[in-house]
């Protein structure tokens, strides 16, 4: 969907899925540091007008936004001032709709406003990028809610033109021609490891990447991509555990940062990221 304007100059982008579960849970999943880290990245959230809202996309990359409105358990806004560097704020509004059936629909609205398109491409970056976080989110709630969690996120810039990088990232996991339903297993030194299968193959406007259902180190999920982030190619390993042995996989993360990086060191002119 193209990004949506009106006469005010105001700019929107939306995304939404149906999951299964109470609107309590679903609140719990949108509206809680432990629930969205769960399912998109590590988070930190107030519940309250001025409250904060942070995200750590890995890297070094961290997005803080002030919480405007709070209408719990249904919605709340957050403005970020600097997640388009130099260019206007943006407000993101997440809501839960309770429907039939035992299902809830989650929304997403990005918003801003702004005199001309330059900062479009950045919404509709966005907007594509969603669909890979809700898989995450229905498996979650369906399969996981209410279980313990833990996470990680790990992030990497490449010189590698796309194709390239997700050539080597592909061929690092087993699956240089992934599909649904191959089997994946990988380790990172003597102790870690990710093992299960395919479960959805992402070929997107910015990259490619892959969902893996997990057996081994625990259940859960684990999102691999080489993608286009703000002008900069990198390639990003997120681990989403549950149950008894989650804090156990998600500790893993120093076996995989250094996995990730053998394949893919930073560009001449780049540090690499910090944990």
């Keep these: 969907m193209a990004v949506q304007k009106d006469s005010s100059g105001q700019r929107s982008v939306q995304v939404d899925t149906v999951v299964k579960g109470t609107p309590e849970q679903v609140w719990n999943a ?21 409250g904060a809202l942070t995200l750590d996309f890995g890297g070094g990359m961290v997005s803080s936004a002030k919480i405007v409105a709070w209408n719990a358990p249904r919605s709340f806004t957050a403005e970020d001032e600097s997640w388009l560097q130099g260019g206007p704020k943006v407000a993101t509004e997440w809501s839960v709709q309770p429907e039939s059936g035992g299902t809830c629909r989650v929304r997403v609205v990005h918003r801003m406003q702004a005199s001309s398109d330059e900062w479009d491409a950045h919404l509709e970056g966005t907007e594509t990028g969603w669909p890979s976080y809700f898989r995450v989110l229905r498996e979650y709630l369906e399969h996981h809610a209410g279980a313990a969690s833990a996470s990680f996120v790990l992030m990497a810039p490449s010189g590698d033109d796309g194709e390239a990088l997700w050539t080597k990232f592909a061929g690092a996991l087993g699956i240089p021609a992934p599909r649904v339903g191959a089997p994946v297993r990988v380790t990172a ?29 625990a259940p859960g999920i684990v999102l691999a991509s080489a993608m286009d982030c703000m002008g900069m190619r990198m390639a990003t390993l997120q681990g989403f555990f549950y149950g008894p042995r989650a804090a156990e996989a998600a500790a893993q993360k120093p076996a995989w940062e250094a996995w990730l990086h053998a394949f893919c060191p930073p560009p001449s002119d780049a540090s690499p990221p910090t944990s």
């Design 189 to 217: 030194g003597a102790d870690a490891v990710i093992a299960g299968s395919v479960k959805a193959v992402d070929d997107l406007p910015q990259g490619k990447g892959v969902m893996i259902a997990l057996a081994e180190p």
């Design 30 to 50: 949108i509206a809680t540091g432990p629930g969205i880290s769960a399912w998109f990245v590590p988070t930190q959230l107030e519940g309250r007008v001025g």
